[in-house]
């Protein structure tokens, strides 16, 4: 069965520090999503992505994010300068639709900042 | 802005007997409606979405929607100790691509 993939599973970094979260969406969805939850919290939107550029963003994804979709099968997610808060779960998701909103996601990225 | 409402509980139901998560949302436009669980550590997984109003049974699941009273809930049949997880809300509008999600019910089913 397809599935949504992401790396690193977990990453440690300095604060300070620029980070790289990658994901590899299922081959024919159109649709990429960034959403991140910290330890006890409820999953956040962050960013949805749909051909080659940002449909929508959330308050939370400041000029500190970036995404890009590099290749035909990589979707990224850049944060610069980390800060202690950023520590979180960072799920990716692909749709086949934005109109059915049928989100896949990933196992997910651990950002720990120290 | 969008709010997506759940108890968090945690709710307690005997294996065997029937779960009921309830869900509001805040935005009257919403079209689309969906149900994941999430096990502890893991990802969010779909289990159901909904669309228009009345119930969507699939398997031991059945989603409710009111759109008039702005309510979605998922029933659960028959619970056993494998649906004891954190089931999400989630909710998106067609004029924007973003899908929100509430803070989740963490269900519990008692052997």
């Known amino acids: 069965e397809p599935e949504v993939t992401q790396t690193p599973s977990h990453q440690v970094t300095q604060m300070g520090q620029e980070v790289i979260l990658r994901c590899v969406p299922i081959s024919n969805h159109l649709y990429f999503y960034w959403y991140r939850q910290i330890l006890g919290q409820k999953v956040e939107f962050l960013v949805s992505f749909y051909n080659n550029e940002i449909s929508e963003k959330s308050e939370i994804f400041d000029d500190q994010f970036s995404v890009e979709r590099p290749d035909g099968s990589n979707f990224t997610l850049k944060i610069r300068s980390t800060k202690l808060e950023d520590s979180a779960m960072y799920f990716c998701a692909s749709s086949e639709s934005s109109s059915t909103g049928e989100l896949f996601f990933g196992e997910g990225s651990r950002l720990t900042v120290l | 802005q969008k709010e997506v409402e759940q108890n968090s509980g945690p709710l307690s139901v005997p294996e065997g007997a029937i779960a009921s998560l309830n869900c509001t949302y805040s935005?009257?436009?919403?079209?689309?409606f969906f149900w994941y669980r999430q096990y502890s550590g893991k990802s969010p997984e779909l289990i159901m979405s909904?669309?228009?109003?009345g119930d969507k049974e699939d398997g031991r699941f059945t989603a409710q929607l009111n759109k008039a009273s702005q309510y979605v809930s998922l029933l659960i049949r028959d619970s056993q100790p494998s649906d004891s997880a954190t089931y999400l809300c989630?909710?998106?509008?067609?004029?924007?691509?973003?899908?929100?999600f509430g803070k989740g019910t963490r269900l519990h089913i008692l052997p």
């Open positions: 935005d009257r436009v919403s079209q689309s």
């Open positions: 909904i669309y228009s109003n």
């Open positions: 989630a909710v998106n509008t067609e004029r924007d691509d973003k899908i929100i």
